[in-house]
C-alpha cells in the first residue's frame, strides 16, 4: 500500500489555483508524482503544464476546490517547490466551467493512485534487479536507479509538453545512464529512451498536421526483419508467456472439439507469424492420441498479410499431420482483420469453428470503438463455438501519453525483471530478445500515434466491457490447476511466474504483476 496522499508533493503556489490536472490535463491519468521511500532523497518531484493535451471535457471543468486542493492549502506550510513551467491561465477564465461531483474525485483518486503505484513499483523492480553486490554497491546502484526513474519521468514530461530543448538534454543525461547491458532497469530504460528520442524527433509545433501515412500492418511483425523473426523465436523459447497462452488455447479447442469429426480453426495472425506453427503441431499430436477416433478433418484457415511466411508453415504443419494420421486442410485469407468479410472464410456444413486468437486483437483497438466492434461483429457472424483470446494484460492505450508511458514502464520492467533471472547480464539472445522484440513493442507504444500505434494492449476488465458489448458471453476456463501443473513443469519456466483465475480468465503473471490474460467467448 502506498501512502500516497500523504506524502505526495503538492505545489501551493499552482495547487491553490488550479483545479488538480488542469494543466497537465490528464483525464485517465490525472496524478501528480507520489514522494515515494525509494525517492526519499529526491529535490522535488516535475509537474508541467501541457496545453495540447487538455481535452474538450477538461475545458469544460469549473476550477473548484476540491479535495485535493483542501490538502495542498493544508500542506502548503510543509512543502515547498515550484513548478517546471509557470501556470498561464487565470482564474477569471474557468468561472464559468460546471461544477464537479464527487464520483469525479474518487475517481480521479484511484486514477492518481494507480499511476503512482506504477511508479513505485517500476522504481522497486529496478532496485531488486541486482542483489548479488555488497551493501554499498547496492546503495550506489540504489541512488543511480532513483536518478534514471526521476530522469526518464521529467523526460517524458518535457517530450508531451513538446520542450525540444529540454527533453534532449535530459536524452543525453538518459543515454549515459541506461545501459543496454546494465542492470535489468537499465536494459529496459535504454528501450524507453528510443522511444522518447523517436517521439521527440516527430514532433511538430501546436496546429500542424502530420501529413506522414502507414502502409497497413496487422501487427509490428508484419514488417519483418531477420533479426525481429530471431528475436521472436526466441521469446517463445525462453519466455512463457506465448507458450502459455498456446497450452491454454489448445485445452480449450480440444474441449470444443471432444466427439466431433469435421473441426476448424480461424487463426488470426497465426501467433505473429511465429516460425514452424508449434500451437497447431502440439494440438495435432492430441487431436491424433485422443480417446476414441481422430477428426475424419482438422481444417486451418490463417488470416493475415504474410502470406508466404503462413504457406510455407501451412506446408511443414501438412506434412506433421500426416505422420500422425490427421487430414489436415491448410488455407490462408490474405486480409487485415479490418478488411476481412465472413464469406473470405471457408465453411463447410456441420462442422465445429474454433476462432482463435494470439496476441492479435488489440492491434485493432483504435481511438474509437469502431474498428475493433466491426472485426468483432464479423467474427460473431461466423458464430464460432468458442472464441480464444490471448492479451497482454495491462493498459497501453489511455488516451494521454503520459498515463501509457507510466503503465508501459511498469509492465515492462516487470518483463526484464524475468529476463534477468533466466539468462546472464551478456547474453546475446537476451540482448536480441529484449532490442528487436520487447523494444520494438515499447517504441510503438511511446513513439507512435494514430494508425501507426498498433501496440494499444488493454486490461482485462476492458475486454470483458468489449467483447459483452459486442454480443458474446464469456466462458469461464476451469483449468487453474492444469495451468499450474503446466508451469512447474515446465523446465524452460523459472521461479517467479504465478498463474492465477481472475473472473473466468488465467492470468499468467511474474512476481504479482500481470503479464497474459487467456479468455474464452461464446457466441
Same mark, same amino acid.
Given at each position: 500500500m502506498?501512502?500516497?496522499?500523504s506524502?505526495?508533493?503538492?505545489?501551493?503556489?499552482?495547487?491553490?489555483? *488550479?483545479?488538480?490536472?488542469? @494543466?497537465?490535463?490528464?483525464?485517465?491519468?490525472?496524478?501528480?508524482y507520489?514522494?515515494?521511500?525509494?525517492?526519499?532523497?529526491? %529535490?522535488?518531484?516535475?509537474?508541467?503544464?501541457?496545453?495540447?493535451e487538455?481535452?474538450? @471535457?477538461?475545458?469544460?471543468?469549473?476550477?473548484?476546490?476540491?479535495?485535493?486542493?483542501?490538502?495542498?492549502? #493544508?500542506?502548503?506550510?510543509q512543502y515547498?517547490?515550484?513548478?517546471?513551467?509557470?501556470?498561464?491561465?487565470?482564474?477569471?477564465?474557468?468561472?464559468?466551467f460546471?461544477?464537479?461531483?464527487?464520483r469525479?474525485?474518487?475517481?480521479?483518486?484511484?486514477?492518481?493512485?494507480l499511476?503512482?503505484?506504477?511508479? @513505485?513499483?517500476?522504481?522497486?523492480?529496478?532496485?531488486?534487479?541486482?542483489?548479488?553486490?555488497?551493501?554499498?554497491?547496492?546503495?550506489?546502484?540504489? #541512488?543511480?536507479?532513483?536518478?534514471?526513474?526521476?530522469?526518464?519521468? %521529467?523526460?517524458?514530461?518535457?517530450?508531451?509538453?513538446?520542450?525540444?530543448?529540454?527533453?534532449?538534454?535530459?536524452?543525453?543525461?538518459?543515454?549515459?545512464?541506461?545501459?543496454?547491458?546494465?542492470?535489468?532497469?537499465?536494459?529496459?530504460?535504454?528501450?524507453?529512451? @528510443? &522511444?522518447?528520442?523517436?517521439?521527440?524527433a516527430?514532433?511538430?509545433?501546436?496546429?500542424?498536421?502530420?501529413?506522414?501515412?502507414?502502409?497497413?500492418?496487422?501487427?509490428?511483425?508484419?514488417?519483418?526483419?531477420?533479426? /525481429?523473426?530471431?528475436?521472436?523465436?526466441?521469446?517463445?523459447e525462453?519466455?512463457?508467456?506465448?507458450?502459455?497462452?498456446?497450452?491454454?488455447?489448445?485445452?480449450?479447442i480440444?474441449?470444443?472439439?471432444? &466427439?466431433e469429426?469435421?473441426?476448424?480453426?480461424?487463426?488470426?495472425?497465426?501467433?505473429?507469424?511465429?516460425?514452424?506453427?508449434?500451437q497447431?503441431?502440439?494440438?495435432?499430436?492430441?487431436?491424433?492420441?485422443? %480417446? &476414441? !477416433?481422430?477428426?475424419?478433418?482438422?481444417?486451418?484457415?490463417?488470416?493475415?498479410?504474410?502470406?508466404?511466411?503462413?504457406?510455407?508453415? &501451412?506446408?511443414?504443419?501438412?506434412?506433421?499431420?500426416?505422420?500422425?494420421?490427421?487430414?489436415?486442410?491448410?488455407?490462408?485469407?490474405?486480409?487485415?482483420?479490418?478488411?476481412?468479410?465472413?464469406?473470405?472464410?471457408?465453411?463447410?456444413?456441420?462442422?465445429?469453428?474454433?476462432?482463435?486468437?494470439?496476441?492479435?486483437?488489440?492491434?485493432?483497438?483504435?481511438?474509437?470503438?469502431?474498428?475493433?466492434?466491426?472485426?468483432?461483429? /464479423?467474427?460473431?457472424?461466423?458464430?464460432?463455438?468458442?472464441?480464444?483470446?490471448?492479451?497482454?494484460?495491462?493498459?497501453?492505450?489511455?488516451?494521454?501519453?503520459?498515463?501509457?508511458?507510466?503503465?508501459?514502464?511498469? =509492465?515492462?520492467?516487470?518483463?526484464?525483471?524475468?529476463? *534477468?533471472?533466466?539468462?546472464? !547480464? =551478456?547474453?546475446?539472445?537476451?540482448?536480441?530478445?529484449?532490442?528487436?522484440?520487447?523494444?520494438?513493442?515499447?517504441?510503438?507504444?511511446?513513439?507512435?500515434?494514430?494508425?501507426?500505434?498498433?501496440?494499444?494492449?488493454?486490461?482485462? *476488465?476492458?475486454?470483458?466491457?468489449?467483447?459483452?458489448?459486442?454480443?458474446?458471453?464469456?466462458?469461464?476456463?476451469?483449468?487453474?490447476?492444469?495451468?499450474?501443473?503446466?508451469?512447474?513443469?515446465?523446465?524452460?519456466?523459472?521461479?517467479? =511466474? #504465478?498463474?492465477?483465475?481472475? /473472473?473466468?480468465?488465467?492470468?499468467?503473471?511474474?512476481?504479482? !504483476?500481470?503479464?497474459?490474460?487467456?479468455?474464452?467467448? !461464446?457466441?
Open positions: 502506498i501512502p500516497f496522499l506524502n505526495c508533493k503538492l505545489y501551493s503556489d499552482q495547487m491553490s489555483n *488550479d483545479m488538480i490536472g488542469l @494543466e497537465l490535463g490528464l483525464s485517465t491519468m490525472d496524478y501528480y507520489p514522494f515515494m521511500p525509494m525517492l526519499a532523497n529526491a %529535490a522535488s518531484s516535475w509537474i508541467l503544464s501541457c496545453p495540447d487538455i481535452t474538450r @471535457e477538461q475545458k469544460r471543468i469549473k476550477r473548484t476546490m476540491s479535495i485535493a486542493e483542501t490538502i495542498a492549502s #493544508t500542506d502548503s506550510s515547498s517547490g515550484g513548478s517546471c513551467i509557470s501556470r498561464s491561465s487565470s482564474t477569471s477564465s474557468l468561472n464559468s460546471p461544477r464537479l461531483q464527487f469525479d474525485h474518487i475517481w480521479t483518486y484511484s486514477q492518481r493512485y499511476a503512482a503505484e506504477a511508479v @513505485e513499483e517500476a522504481a522497486a523492480a529496478m532496485i531488486n534487479a541486482d542483489h548479488d553486490g555488497e551493501s554499498s554497491t547496492k546503495e550506489d546502484g540504489t #541512488t543511480d536507479g532513483m536518478k534514471l526513474v526521476q530522469l526518464l519521468i %521529467a523526460c517524458a514530461e518535457a517530450v508531451a509538453c513538446r520542450d525540444k530543448s529540454h527533453a534532449s538534454a535530459l536524452l543525453s543525461e538518459l543515454r549515459a545512464n541506461a545501459l543496454v547491458f546494465g542492470s535489468s532497469f537499465q536494459r529496459v530504460a535504454s528501450c524507453f529512451v @528510443e &522511444g522518447l528520442t523517436d517521439r521527440l516527430m514532433v511538430q509545433p501546436l496546429g500542424a498536421v502530420d501529413n506522414n501515412s502507414t502502409a497497413p500492418t496487422m501487427n509490428i511483425m508484419d514488417i519483418a526483419s531477420d533479426k /525481429k523473426e530471431e528475436a521472436l523465436r526466441l521469446v517463445y525462453f519466455c512463457p508467456h506465448i507458450q502459455f497462452g498456446h497450452f491454454i488455447a489448445n485445452l480449450s480440444l474441449e470444443a472439439f471432444e &466427439g469429426s469435421l473441426v476448424h480453426v480461424v487463426d488470426l495472425g497465426m501467433t505473429l507469424g511465429l516460425p514452424r506453427g508449434h497447431w503441431r502440439q494440438l495435432i499430436q492430441s487431436l491424433a492420441s485422443r %480417446a &476414441g !477416433k481422430p477428426p475424419q478433418r482438422l481444417r486451418i484457415t490463417a488470416v493475415g498479410l504474410s502470406v508466404d511466411k503462413f504457406q510455407i508453415i &501451412g506446408d511443414e504443419l501438412e506434412a506433421w499431420a500426416k505422420d500422425h494420421g490427421i487430414n489436415l486442410e491448410f488455407l490462408v485469407v490474405e486480409s487485415n482483420l479490418e478488411n476481412l468479410r465472413p464469406n473470405d472464410i471457408k465453411i463447410s456444413e456441420n462442422e465445429v469453428l474454433i476462432v482463435n486468437s494470439i496476441l492479435q486483437l488489440h492491434c485493432v483497438v483504435k481511438e474509437s470503438r469502431g474498428a475493433l466492434n466491426s472485426v468483432l461483429q /464479423k467474427i460473431h457472424e461466423l458464430s464460432p463455438r468458442v472464441l480464444v483470446l490471448v492479451e497482454q494484460d495491462s493498459s497501453h492505450n489511455g488516451p494521454f501519453f503520459l498515463g501509457r508511458f507510466m503503465e508501459a514502464l511498469h =509492465y515492462y520492467s516487470a518483463i526484464f525483471d524475468s529476463l *534477468d533471472a533466466v539468462l546472464p !547480464k =551478456y547474453d546475446t539472445k537476451r540482448a536480441k530478445m529484449e532490442q528487436f522484440y520487447f523494444a520494438e513493442e515499447i517504441k510503438n507504444i511511446v513513439s507512435c500515434e494514430g494508425p501507426a500505434r498498433v501496440e494499444r494492449h488493454e486490461r482485462a *476488465d476492458q475486454w470483458r466491457r468489449r467483447m459483452s458489448r459486442a454480443g458474446f458471453q464469456a466462458a469461464p476456463i476451469k483449468m487453474l490447476a492444469q495451468s499450474q501443473k503446466w508451469l512447474k513443469n515446465n523446465t524452460n519456466v523459472c521461479e517467479g =511466474y #504465478t498463474v492465477v483465475e481472475e /473472473k473466468g480468465c488465467l492470468v499468467l503473471g511474474w512476481k504479482s !504483476k500481470p503479464i497474459i490474460a487467456t479468455s474464452c467467448w !461464446k457466441c
